[in-house]
């Protein structure tokens, strides 16, 4: 049985309760019953016995304890050779152009790295951790990983941290942006918390605090804990609420001031269209598929604004916001329907959770219409409790894409159930249209990442597009964009790696997109990277890369790429603050 160290009230945690299924137990007597899917059964289980019931055998790394940072050799911090920048000179080169003097990033600007529990920590099951459904989707779901790769060990930062922390400190930057696991905390989601997690990431913090790395977390990045999922359907069940709200109470208690940033969590938008989970791996619901994705929105807003309440009572000092995800939604053509299809995807996407947070506790229009005919209408009092629930406009914005019509028109598919593209009835493309020359939008990702293109021409479009939108009063932050330089897994010299040219230029032009909006008034406060090292890519495993550093996942050795200069290099170039390496004597 593993051991937990339990929290203040109690010294042995006591164990989780499994229910089958919610009806009523039926007992037996011996003879015939007439509705055998009523029997119920009550497994009661530990730790261990979640995982080995729901996840079997885990693997672990050769190191599995913290190690102390070593010093980072001064010539790996030596920039490459440039590409083309006019505007950005860079580096250890003789810049052929001069900087544009009408950009700065203004004072305060905050920017960094990020990262997400599952995908770097590893240590699966080290300290007391519970397994949480992403541990059941790539341990057994068949088909939902491309190359059958875990997280077990990942990038082993559970362990590694302090020379993680000490490699982007030695380059300047200013914010780590990383999140808990919840069933480290809580190994069931809820019951008993798990004081060695906490104790791990109170290191965490201040090792980043010690090496002058601004620490941002947040708290949900879509590993629910398992428990949740089967005793009450996870997010699809109104106990989350409570529960998340549990789970933040202890993360700000704990915490509370040291973190300069709070988020809630990673893209509803994402982690509720996994919903329905996979058949046969998860307990069952009765909510019908087409409608979970939007019972788990409706739980993570009352869940969100209810810990942002909470963290303000605590007097938690920080920015409390969620981060939400999408790219600019560019019409394909003028026709209206098309402009019909734009705001439609606006209203089933970033609308979902915005305009209830930013705008006024409610659903936007076309997503109202929709939910409307199965979800509870929010009660006054609650929209009153969710509008005004975020301190910046947190948004993750890697990529754009062209909206239209479907073929068969809008209304063809809003009144027909089976449509392939219901209920959102907004069709996409990632090219322009043949009459303006049919290019992509720009430079495709990595294959595993279809979804993915280098459309930084749209960044500034899109940053006014939110300050006019929404009028975050806390400005914009891009809590992550990134690339996945394609076919990088297919290259086996490092130094051939760590040269990631389109990779660099993403940033380039990101960053120049950035500079440019807050030029013309757009209140952009800071930027996040995504990643700071390679990683569990979730279902594609460590074969579609946006790290900007490299990890060699056989010996775990890290080194930078050539993004990374180019990403740091904007606020050397652009910066009000000077960027400043830290180095810790060890
Ligand atoms: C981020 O989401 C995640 O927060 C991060 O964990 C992840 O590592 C990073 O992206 C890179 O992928 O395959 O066509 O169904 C970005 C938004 C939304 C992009 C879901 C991929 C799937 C599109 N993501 N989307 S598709």
Redesign the pocket.
Known sequence: MAKLAASQNSTSPPPTTIIATPTPTVSLSGSGVANPTAFTTVLTLDVEGLWDLFVGPVSTAAVNTTVSATPIPTNELIPPPGLYYSSFPSGQQIPMASKNESWKFPAGFWWGVAS?AY?VEGAAKAEGRGPSIWDVLLHRVTGYTVANQTGDVADNQYYLYKQDIARIAALGVKTYSFSISWSRVFPFGNGPVNELALAHYDDVINTCIEYGVEPSVTLY??DLPLNLQNTYGGWLGPQIIDDFVAYAKVVFGRYGNKVSRWFTV??P??FC?TYPVPDNYFTNTSIPKVQQPYWCGHHVLLAHANAYHLAKSMGINGTVSF?T??GYKIPLTNSSEDAIAVQRAWDFNEGWFANPTFINGDYPQYLKEFVSGFLPEFTDDEKSMMNGTADIFAH?A?TSQFYMAPDSGISACTSNTSHPLYPTCANTTYSYTSADGGWNVGPAADPL????HKATDWVTLFLHYIQDTWHPSGGIAVT?F?F?EPFEVLKTIKADILFDPIRSSYYRDYMEAILIAISEGVKVVGCLA??ILD?L??SSGYQ?K?GVQYVNFTTQERSYKASFFEYVNAFKVYGTDPVTPHYVSS
Do not use: M, R, T
């Open positions: 997400a995908q990045h879509w990673n893209e938008i994402v269209e981060k995800n999408g993750d890697y990442s279809p979804w993915l992550e990134g996945a995504w990643s990683n890519e979730w579609d946006f």
